[in-house]
């Protein structure tokens, strides 16, 4: 069993990667480390920065992710910014933002950056379709889970209990992720 070192401090991350991955024959271990967030214009730079410094770091093979909400009546914003925007601006400023708009349509990304120690990552990424609501909804989750509702849903992901909203996003990355290490085997 391949075992996988997943940097990062977010449980839900840790979760999502175990559901899927486990399954298909993979160990995944987690330590806690900071590394830089990068400001980047893609969720790809940022990711494949921290994996590369942790990577350094560790002495080792890692995971690394990062993931922004992507919303198309805004430009892509916040997108990279997500984490900042959530902490400064909050989601009650993006829905203000976009009142009165239409065009509700968004999607959540995130990319998983798997760095070799001394070589370059290689990223994968998801993209999770929806829309903005218009208002905040739900008890469950964090910042952009009470406003964004998944395709085919009629609520936020912040109606929904952890387990249940965890299998809501695309796990598109990490099954490409499997594919290549299993391929590189």
């Not at 009142?99 to 990424?125: H, I, Q, S, W």
Request: glycine share 8%; charged share 30%.
């Amino acid at each position: 069993m391949k075992k996988i070192t997943y940097v990062t401090k977010n449980w839900a991350k840790l979760k999502s990667a175990q559901l899927i991955l486990e399954p298909l024959g993979f160990e995944i271990d987690n330590i806690k480390i900071e590394t830089t967030e990068i400001q980047a214009d893609t969720v790809e730079e940022v990711a494949s920065h921290s994996a590369k410094e942790a990577s350094e770091v560790l002495k080792c093979d890692v995971l690394k992710n990062d993931s922004g909400i992507v919303i198309e009546a805004l430009g892509g914003f916040p997108g990279p910014y997500t984490h900042y925007v959530d902490e400064h601006l909050g989601m009650d400023n993006i829905l203000k933002m976009m009142d009165g708009v239409e065009n509700r349509n968004a999607y959540f990304m995130e990319c998983l950056a798997y760095c070799e120690y001394g070589k370059d990552p290689v990223t994968f990424v998801s993209k999770t379709p929806g829309t903005i609501s218009l208002e905040k909804q739900g008890t469950h989750g964090w910042s952009w889970d009470f406003i964004f509702i998944p395709e085919g849903k009629d609520k936020t992901l912040g109606c929904f209990e952890d387990d249940e909203r965890l299998l809501m996003w695309s796990q598109d990355a990490y099954k490409d992720l499997a594919e290549y290490l299993k391929n590189k085997n």
